[in-house]
T-cell receptor, first 111, second 113 residues
Framework: NAGVTQTPKFRILKIGQSMTLQCTQD?????MYWYRQDPGMGLKLIYY???????DKGEVPNGYNVSRSTTEDFPLRLELAAPSQTSVYFC??????????FGQGTRLTVV | AQSVTQLGSHVSVSEGALVLLRCNYS??????LFWYVQYPNQGLQLLLK??????LVKGINGFEAEFKKSETSFHLTKPSAHMSDAAEYFC???????????FGTGTRLQVFP
């Protein structure tokens, strides 16, 4: 009963490096989301997808890219890491308009 | 676009006291509403949801929320706080146009013995 799986759980990046945060779900949900969580700021939507091949920007998309080649996978790409991207990242999935199921998060530090 | 406002970033109660966490939404049409809980270093877990059936919604761990259209509110309550309720709580709304989930800024609940 995997649900939403995110990897890695922790990562330290140097400024300017790139990385991909992986997210996969096994519930056949059409919607997938990436959020970042900063202390006292709640969850900010980075990107979301309503189905394979379709992605859209959320509130804070700058510095990130996504793709959705399959229903199951929704990776988040950071091309040139900056200290402002230090955060906890959550992937989630849902059916349209329904409750979202979350992964355990990726704690990213950019130094 | 829809939004939710959570009043009070921190709420402190004594064990056994009433818990009241406030959430107001912005919408002319009753949306789908959710409450999530986040324990330290974990992901978010659904507490309860409102999807236009009963206005009083019961969730897990003794929590409930009442949808009040006249007040555009969906406050979360629990009659008697337990130490294990200490966590961060998020209200969320399903955006009418896109169906994406929009979250409030969260309320951290502290429970004192």
């Amino acid at each position: 009963n995997a649900g939403v799986t995110q990897t890695p759980k922790f990562r330290i990046l140097k400024i300017g490096q790139s990385m991909t945060l992986q997210c996969t779900q096994d519930m056949n949900h059409n919607y997938m989301y990436w959020y970042r969580q900063d202390p006292g700021m709640g969850l900010k939507l980075i990107y979301y997808s309503v189905g394979a091949g379709i992605t859209d920007k959320g509130e804070v998309p700058n510095g990130y890219n996504v793709s959705r080649s399959t229903t199951e996978d929704f990776p988040l790409r950071l091309e040139l890491a900056a200290p402002s991207q230090t955060s906890v990242y959550f992937c989630a999935s849902s059916y349209a308009g329904q409750e979202a199921f979350f992964g355990q998060g990726t704690r990213l530090t950019v130094v | 676009a829809q939004s939710v406002t959570q009043l009070g970033s921190h709420v402190s109660v004594s064990e056994g006291a009433l818990v009241l966490l406030r959430c107001n939404y912005s919408s002319s049409v009753p949306p789908y509403l959710f409450w999530y809980v986040q324990y330290p270093n974990q992901g978010l877990q659904l507490l309860l949801k409102y999807t236009s059936a009963a206005t009083l919604v019961k969730g897990i761990n003794g929590f409930e929320a009442e949808f009040k259209k006249s007040e555009t509110s969906f406050h979360l309550t629990k009659p008697s706080a337990h130490m294990s309720d200490a966590a961060e709580y998020f209200c969320a709304v399903s955006d009418q146009g896109t169906d994406k989930l929009i979250f409030g800024t969260g309320t951290r609940l502290q429970v004192f013995p």
